[in-house]
């Protein structure tokens, strides 16, 4: 099959999903199921059932469902006994058998974390080892289970990696949203910039899990097709780790057009160090993953012998440019 390509569609996305994407990539995962008293809830996927479309335009495509995201609630409760983990993996079977799904994904943000402001406890540690193993001895061995994992020292405290790694087909790290707060700086990026942090980067990720005991073959990494958007910057070394004012999520890909950087007065720039991409007007600092950015981070998956990339989200690439670029560097 060679590198996976796997992309991230939420439920309003799915209705534009073209016969070409999905020729594209390799896997597509359905964002999200939830979790509701302890069982999965599929509630909120009102388009699921596009992907019988889907299949017929690609029958190799892996189609795997989500479950949980961004505070998703549900799972240190559900996971705290064997009963409860039984039980919702027995309900994940059902859904994976009832739609033809190729797999389930685990999107627990975060294990013993009250991060996200859900439910949280100690023993999440191991019970998210549990629950993964639960999923797979439902599943059974021919479907994929995956993870997505917050990609930091914390999420490699609150769980054990190297076993969930013996469970999992694949780990996909979430490499973006590394900058949120008031310093500007690249939210994405491969490298890390001069004089800051190289834990705010795509190649410390990947080391730490592998030093956690992922094997490089099994870790996928993450490419945003969103920006994050600084304001009230201080004006030196183009905004970069300068202090912000506020800041906050920008516009996805599309979005970030040559009208949009020219009424807003932007430059764009690149930073070798970091090989990311940004946008400066001298107050205003944007950062993004440009195709260059993209076409660096896949090449680098493939020189690191990685099991391939994924994206967050389909619908913040309307034109395609970014997936495209993707399927050009992995496949070549």
């Not at 914390?154 to 310093?183: H, K, P, S, W």
Request: proline letters at 3%; a negative charge.
């Amino acid at each position: 099959m060679g590198y996976a390509i796997i992309g991230y569609a939420m439920n309003a996305s799915l209705p534009g999903v073209t016969e070409r994407d999905v020729r594209l990539l390799t896997h597509l995962n359905l964002a999200f199921g939830l979790i509701k008293d302890g069982l999965l809830d599929l509630s909120a996927l009102s388009n699921i059932l596009l992907i019988r479309k889907f299949r017929v335009w690609n029958p190799d495509l892996k189609i795997v469902l989500s479950v949980g995201g961004w505070g998703a609630g549900g799972f240190s409760e559900m996971a705290m006994t064997e009963f409860g983990r039984r039980a919702f993996a027995a309900s994940c079977k059902e859904a994976v058998e009832a739609l033809r799904l190729d797999g389930i994904d685990i999107d627990w943000e975060y294990p013993a974390s009250g991060a996200t402001g859900i439910d949280h406890d100690p023993r999440d540690r191991e019970n998210f080892t549990l629950l993964l193993k639960a999923l797979r001895e439902s599943l059974g061995p021919e479907k994929i289970v995956s993870i997505a994992a917050g990609a930091g020292d914390y999420f490699i405290q609150n769980t054990q990696m190297a076993e969930v790694a013996t469970v999992c087909d694949y780990v996909q790290l979430m490499t973006y949203d590394f900058r949120t707060g008031l310093e500007a700086g690249h939210h994405a990026a491969l490298g890390s910039t001069a004089g800051d942090s190289p834990k705010t980067s795509t190649r410390f990720a990947v080391d730490l899990f592998h030093r956690a005991g992922v094997p490089y073959g099994k870790i996928v990494i993450g490419i945003a097709f969103y920006s994050h958007i600084f304001y009230e910057v201080r004006n030196e070394n183009n905004g970069l780790l300068q202090p912000a004012a506020s800041s906050g999520f920008g516009p996805g890909f599309g979005g970030i057009t040559p009208e949009y950087i020219r009424e807003n007065g932007f430059t764009e720039y690149w930073d070798s160090d970091a090989e990311a991409s940004y946008l400066w007007n001298g107050s205003t600092f944007l950062s993004f993953e440009s195709e260059r950015a993209v076409r660096r981070k896949c090449e680098y998956a493939k020189q690191q012998g990685l099991y391939g990339v994924m994206y967050w989200e389909h619908g913040h690439d309307p034109d395609r440019k970014l997936l495209e670029t993707v399927y050009r560097t992995m496949r070549c």
